[in-house]
């Protein structure tokens, strides 16, 4: 038997252009429509908001571990160029 699973992230930021920036940098990245994974992504202030919907446990997991590899990409670039 499979479960849905969500799940919300809370990621704040030092400044709001650095969640803008992640913002813009993340949400182009949609979700593989044959994992039936939703995404949604917003930025208030300083915090980036992602919330995940998935059919089963498995698929969240997965889809959340591939976000937070593109997070770290975008903080370490923003963190090397400025």
Known sequence: ?????????????????????????????????????????THDGKTLVANFTAPNPKSLRVSVNGFFDYLMLVTETMEKFG
């Open 1 to 41: 038997m499979s479960a849905e699973g969500k799940v919300e992230l809370k990621i704040p930021f030092p400044t709001e252009r650095e969640a803008e920036i992640a913002y813009n940098s993340l949400r182009v990245d949609a979700e593989p429509k044959r994992g039936g994974v939703m995404k949604t992504l």
